[in-house]
């Protein structure tokens, strides 16, 4: 079969199939999907005893139960939620709110004490529409909250930025992490710089430039394009000195994407465990939930950011980006408990 590619998803029962290992004998409801260059896309449900039977099924099977190794000290053994702080005066939700750096910080310390995992720190918006900023403009604007809050908080410090001379000074700083939504690909020289700081990345998916992304976005199948051209930046990072255990991938809601390609992303997510990398997921108050909703302001999307978290984590995303870290927490504290029938101190 010429020019074809098979792929691996569970449709139900990622987390358990993760929780069960190589051991995996779990009820997990497979899928899986085959596109050829010259037909349509063939997709079927098999059980997991029957992707066991056989040895090229298996190879796939492989990723999807294997343990992901810790990050920045955090175990990814149960979602974990990203803290977002925008350090800018136009991001989509919270522009201007947290561009005095006391403010930032102050918020940075609110969202740890509510339950971040992770705090990512962002001084360029990357909205539809949003104009770059310099680099001097963009470290003005990092340097005082990233250098504040190294020495405040206990929680790992993620770096929200595209341009590699910030993410070597960050790292010179002591930042844990690197988010970049073009994935190491908007400056020639990121993939060697982000090498260079041992740091583990976020590799995020996006077609197109922000300023002109949503114009017209399209793909042939944006679940397999999508994951097919992480496939290749993956590579693209090993090939660079980024080992795969240092990356992390992100499918990049509201990111050259309409409403379908979001939602049909978000019902696929499990896909993408079969890279080997863990999933962040980043759906917080973004503009398909006012689509769905009719809630124009994005602050006010609170509700509707908390229901795509929950459904991401039970696709196994291992990260969740979030703007509201008390109400995603609360909501996944009792979404756990009632899924697994126990609380996590009985397991
Ligand atoms: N979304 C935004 C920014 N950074 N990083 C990752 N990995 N995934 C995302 O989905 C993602 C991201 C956009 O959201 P926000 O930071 O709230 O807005 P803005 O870009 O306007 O600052």
């Known amino acids: 079969m010429s020019g074809a590619r098979t792929y691996l998803r569970a449709v139900s029962g990622q987390r358990e199939l993760a929780r069960a290992g190589s051991r995996a004998t779990g009820n997990a409801l497979l899928e899986l ?50 803290g ?49 900023v310099s680099l001097e403009e963009e470290w003005r604007r990092l340097q005082p909250v990233l250098a504040g809050l190294l020495t405040a908080t206990r929680a790992p410090i993620s770096l929200d930025t595209r341009k590699p001379e910030v993410m070597h000074r960050a790292a010179g700083l002591g930042v844990h992490l690197i988010n970049d939504v073009s994935a190491l690909t908007w400056d020639a020289e990121s993939l060697r710089v982000a090498a260079e700081t041992g740091l583990p990345v976020v590799l995020m998916h996006a077609q197109g ?66 890279l080997g990398c863990p999933v962040l997921l980043g759906a917080s108050r973004k503009a398909f939930i006012g689509a769905l909703t009719g809630v124009k302001t994005a602050a006010e999307r609170v509700t509707g950011s908390v229901a795509a978290a929950l459904a991401g984590a039970a696709q196994g995303a291992q990260l969740l980006r979030v703007h509201d870290v008390a109400a995603t927490r609360q909501a996944l504290a009792v979404w756990e408990a009632v899924t697994a029938g126990h609380t996590r101190s009985q397991t």
């Not at 350090?87 to 403010?103: M, Q, R, Y």
């Not at 290749?232 to 390609?261: M, Q, S, W, Y």
Request: contains cysteine.
């Open 209 to 274: 430039d922000p300023r002109t992304m949503q114009a017209n976005p399209t793909y042939d199948d944006v679940l397999l394009d999508v994951y097919d051209w992480l496939e290749h930046r993956i590579d693209a990072c090993v090939a660079a000195g980024i080992g795969r255990e240092r990356l992390i991938i992100d499918p990049g809601i509201g990111f050259g994407k309409t409403l379908n390609h979001n939602l049909e992303l978000m019902a696929g997510l499990s896909l993408f465990h079969g």
């Open 84 to 132: 977002i702080v925008n350090v800018t005066p136009d991001s989509f939700s919270d522009g201007n709110l947290f561009a005095d750096p006391g403010a930032a910080i102050a918020h940075a310390l609110a969202l740890e004490a509510e339950g971040a995992d992770i705090l990512d720190i962002g001084a360029e918006s990357t909205r539809p529409g949003a104009q770059p």
């Open 33 to 82: 999907i085959q596109r050829r260059s010259d037909g349509p896309i063939e997709r079927r449900h098999i059980t997991v005893q029957e992707a066991q039977a056989d040895t090229k099924i298996a190879a796939l099977l492989a990723p999807l139960t294997a343990p992901r190794p810790a990050l920045a000290g955090l175990a990814l053994d149960r979602p974990r939620l990203m």
